[in-house]
């Protein structure tokens, strides 16, 4: 076991307050490089600090190694008396049935297994492999598609999910040293030979641009837009603090109605402006309802419409202006 790894992980995961003692932990075991040293270092975690651990693995039946690869988490699951929950799901299928690509549906399904698996066991926390180099990809992806502050910060240490508590601690390693961590320990991670595909955004970024971007611009790429992603998470904090005090202090309930105070929502700086707003139409409409369209439309409506007026909004809402208020309610 490399120990200056384990600490530099437990170290992050103190900082960014990962778990508590005695938690109950879903491991998403794919067999992967990422996965395995996850594994491995939380057998150390479990002894420190009391975890209970669960494993997950997810076949997603696109590659015919996929049921060895299944066998051989169940295995190793097995030989350390963890249990484990394998599940195959024909993901072509599934990406036609939705109508979705298929990394989203192999996404869908792994994350519908995570949380079947956390519900039968009663886990709080559910724990993957990202590491620092899917952070970069991720930032610098969210940059390419047109994002907000919000995208830039990529993937989060952690945040909630449906109930659980979704956590990375492996986002203070880069590939390079999870790599030399199953190397040092005589681990046989699997090889994903559809990471080489170049049909996949992420895998084109990773094998083409990224280096690109290395070679002619700057050798440390992947740490920079790490740290971007870092310092964008501190900002995001920060901003959703702000905004859910402020929306603390202009929101008030009426049964099905919002009221926002409008000039003190008005006078707010832009960047909590959004959040605020955000936050009085979630409360009523599903986020995947939602984009910064409808924001900006709201924004719009608040500044520039008369006494009485009124603007639809997605899942049967509306806004209306009434005196100093705007009123978000059924239609």
């Given at each position: ?24 932990v ?92 956390a ?42 999910w449906?109930?659980?508590?979704l ?25 994903d ?25 700057n ?33 008030h ?7 926002l105070d ?70």
């Amino acid at each position: 076991m490399d120990y200056s790894l384990m600490r530099k992980v437990e170290k992050y995961a103190r900082q960014n307050k990962l778990f508590n003692i005695s938690d109950r932990v879903v491991l998403a075991v794919s067999g992967g490089p990422d996965s395995l040293c996850l594994f491995h270092l939380f057998l150390k975690l479990m002894e420190q600090y009391d975890l209970k651990l669960v494993v997950a693995h997810l076949n997603h039946c696109l590659r015919p190694e996929g049921p060895g690869e299944a066998e051989a988490v169940a295995k190793l699951a097995g030989e350390h008396g963890l249990p484990c929950e394998i599940r195959a799901v024909d993901i072509g299928a599934l990406k036609n049935e939705l109508g979705i690509g298929e990394e989203e549906a192999g996404r869908l399904a792994r994350y519908q297994l995570f949380l079947e698996v956390a519900n039968k066991y009663n886990a709080t926390t559910l724990a993957t492999g990202h590491h620092r180099d899917d952070l970069a990809e991720t930032v610098l992806l969210n940059i390419i598609r047109g994002s907000s502050v919000d995208g830039l910060a990529g993937i989060l240490p952690k945040r909630r999910w449906k109930g659980l508590k979704l956590i990375r601690p492996l986002l203070c390693l880069r590939r390079s040293e999870i790599e030399e961590f199953c190397n040092l320990n005589n681990l046989k991670p699997f090889t994903d030979s559809s990471n080489l595909e170049r049909n996949y955004k992420r895998n084109k970024l990773r094998l083409d641009l990224i280096p690109y971007l290395e070679k002619q611009y700057n050798p440390r790429i992947i740490e920079a837009l790490a740290n971007l992603g870092d310092l964008a998470a501190q900002d995001r904090r920060l901003l959703q603090a702000l905004a859910r005090l402020y929306y603390k202090r202009y929101a008030h309930f009426d049964g099905p109605f919002t009221r926002l105070d409008r000039t003190a929502v008005i006078d707010l700086p832009p960047a909590l402006k959004g959040r605020v707003i955000f936050k009085a139409l979630a409360k009523h409409i599903a986020p995947g309802q939602l984009n910064r369209l409808h924001i900006r439309r709201l924004e719009g409506f608040l500044a520039n419409s008369k006494e009485g007026s009124r603007l639809s909004l997605p899942g049967g809402m509306e806004a209306k202006l009434s005196g100093p208020f705007l009123i978000l309610s059924p239609v």
